[in-house]
């Protein structure tokens, strides 16, 4: 079993940066791909981004390609995800999901385990 609680979600300005973390439990994480994905009132899940067990290969949705970073520090169980040049269309609740295949795949279905979520609003 994993748990995963996200923090790090608040109000901020079009333009702002925030950077949203994700700790895991279990001693199995590292062996684990990670990812993020948001869902927006009225609109289904949306992938943002995946982080395979190493950290070596990143993946992300088109619309926040070059905006958002994600990476992982696998000592502290911990996945992250940088959030620069904010829009207004960002505004979700944000999850983190963790893929005990590995693959970081943007198909919501293959993560097994997901967190509470945390709010992020993004005001024009």
């Known amino acids: 079993q994993v748990q995963l609680v996200e923090s790090g979600g608040g109000l901020i300005q079009a333009g702002g940066s925030l950077r949203l973390t994700c700790v895991a439990s279990?001693?199995?994480?590292?062996?684990?791909?990670m990812g993020w994905f948001r869902q927006a009132p009225g609109k289904e899940r949306e992938f943002v981004a995946a982080?395979?067990?190493?950290?070596?290969?990143?993946y992300y949705a088109d619309s926040v390609k070059g905006r958002f970073t994600m990476s992982r520090n696998n000592v502290k169980n911990t996945v992250y995800l940088q959030m620069n040049s904010l829009k207004p269309e960002d505004t979700a609740v944000y999850y983190c999901?963790?893929?005990?295949?590995?693959?970081?795949?943007?198909?919501?279905?293959?993560?097994?385990?997901w967190g509470q979520g945390t709010q992020v609003t993004v005001s024009s």
């Open positions: 999901a963790a893929d005990p295949r590995g693959t970081g795949t943007s198909w919501y279905k293959a993560y097994d385990y």
């Open positions: 982080i395979v067990w190493s950290g070596g290969s990143t």
């Open positions: 279990g001693r199995t994480f590292s062996s684990y791909a």
